[in-house]
Nanobody, 123 residues
Framework: VQLQASGGGLVQAGGSLRLSCVAS????????MGWFRQALGKEREFVAH????????YYASSVKGRFTISRDKAKNTVYLQMNNLKPEDTAVYYC?????????????????WGQGTQVTVSS
């Protein structure tokens, strides 16, 4: 699986960004897609999960109500719409894929990763 993330940038607190992740190399009907983030000096953490076929979603408590994960099957693309951004959302954001529809919040549970895209939120 190849994953190509894009859409990061610099935004003021309260602003919005939409990240995209184009996936290729597989049929994803039995896959989950996810977004993780890693702030400087911190461990990589789970942000959001979507089951590719059914579209069921799950969010980390820190982003629930502000972030939305979605997918476009025709484009093999996963999105992360981020609203009301806060300085603590600053991190490198990674998309990931795993061969299961079950939720797993551990980075070690995901086998394929994109290259990461930087999101910086200024106060």
């Amino acid at each position: 699986v190849q994953l190509q993330a894009s859409g990061g940038g610099l935004v003021q607190a309260g602003g919005s960004l939409r990240l995209s992740c184009v996936a290729s190399g597989r049929t994803f009907s039995r896959y989950s897609m996810g977004w993780f983030r890693q702030a400087l000096g911190k461990e990589r953490e789970f942000v959001a999960h979507i089951a590719w076929a059914a579209g069921a979603t799950y969010y980390a408590s820190s982003v629930k109500g502000r972030f939305t994960i979605s997918r476009d099957k025709a484009k093999n693309t996963v999105y992360l719409q981020m609203n009301n951004l806060k300085p603590e959302d600053t991190a490198v954001y990674y998309c990931a894929a795993r061969q299961s529809i079950m939720l797993d919040q551990r980075p070690s549970g995901w086998g394929d990763w994109g290259q990461g895209t930087q999101v910086t939120v200024s106060s």
